[in-house]
């Protein structure tokens, strides 16, 4: 954990929510949703950063699914399927 803290681009707040999201508070109901507000906090601090740094949009989630779903003809991939096309079809 300590070598993950280090990261240059973690949110301020991450270190806050370290523990807890390893390891629950407790083992009952109240220690999961202790944990469990942990990582929620700690991803919404992810989701700020890499939004203010411009990684992401106004629509994160969306932008990942098209990121990990490398269709042909996407926006950024558009130039790169026309030259495999183009090849194809020679």
Known sequence: MTTLLQLP???????????DALVAPSSDYHGYCGRSQALKSMFEGVMVQLISDGTYG???????????H????????????????RSAIK
Do not use: K
Not at 58 to 68: G, H
Not at 70 to 85: K, L, Y
């Open 9 to 19: 681009w973690l949110p301020s707040s991450f270190a806050d929510y370290g523990l």
């Open 70 to 85: 490398d269709e042909p003809g996407r926006a950024w991939n558009m130039q790169e399927w026309m030259n495999s096309h």
């Open 58 to 68: 106004r629509d994160p989630v969306t932008e990942a699914f098209i990121r990990s």
